[in-house]
């Protein structure tokens, strides 16, 4: 079988050709991503390198596996082998799924492949806006000790004892919510498509933000979800409460949180995702005050790569498993 890798410098062409093992024909492509940013090619988003490197690549190519790679209607058009596009990520937005079925090809994906990074993360977002780390950090750094920082109304708070509100209870938020029990905190969750809730408590989104110390977001972006968290919704959270989003940044509106930090009803926040990436020079969350930030990194770590790399290459080997790869399977496919 023939296989294109258009792996990139985080989950690279080594990662899944190891992952693969013998036996295929491999061809591989090299994606600039991240010393590059990604962005829109053509229709799709999120991805990395142009459509002609990739359909010069994909002469001959049964098989596909990328994470970043532009798989336009344009490529789908001009790669007649292909049959099988596996994407190492949650979901292929840099894919056209209409023009993949017209094609006739399958698209798989790597689920959950990031989910303990994002939640680790998570958890440390969440420590580290309650007990303000890093700006203690940057001050002890800077010759500073302040011991006027143990009064009363400048401490922190803890997670034990605390309520956790968890908006999304997929494989990321399940397991902050496992971790969060781990610290005596009590979770609830706001999805209406979550089942077998661990522990946690199933409540409707007002509610939850009623009596949420801490909020986690961990929603899809939909059109149902843009723009989920605003002001009025923020007015409800306790005074004092801590925000975190390390899902999508369009389902939250970040000027109301900045307003909310401003005024002190929000205790802190921190944040891994933004409505506009990189931050803008003028953005007002680069001088918010008690905001923690890391750059779209929550899902940054080696072990994130490696299973994503093993999940592609099984979803090759059950693709495989159930095609009949005889001569005729191998006749250009048909146009819908």
Known sequence: ???????????????LAAALGDGHEL??????WPHMPYGPVAEVDEASG????LIAALSGVEAAITQMAPFTARVFAAADALRLVVVCRGGPVNVNLDAAAAAGVTVRTTPGRNAVA?????VALILAALRQIPDRHAGVRAGEWRSDLYALDRVGGELAGSTVGLVGYGAIGRRVGRILRAFDARVLVHDPYATGLDGATAVDLPELLDRSTVLSLH???TPETTGLIGAAELARLPAGAVL???????????AAVVDALESGH??????????????PAGSRLRTAPRLVLTPHLAGATRQTAERAATQAAAAVAAFTGSWR??????????RR
């Open 27 to 32: 061809s591989t492509l090299r994606l600039p």
């Open 244 to 254: 975190v989003n390390t899902a999508r940044g369009g389902l939250l509106d970040y």
């Open 266 to 279: 929000l205790g802190a926040a921190a944040f891994d995702v933004f409505d506009a990436e990189p931050l």
């Open 219 to 221: 929603a899809r972006l």
């Open 50 to 53: 142009d459509e002609d490197a």
């Open 1 to 15: 079988m023939r296989i294109l890798l258009a792996g990139d410098h985080f989950v690279t062409n080594d990662l």
């Open 325 to 334: 790869w005889s001569a005729r399977s191998r006749l250009p496919r048909r």
């Open 118 to 122: 994002a939640a680790e993360h998570t």
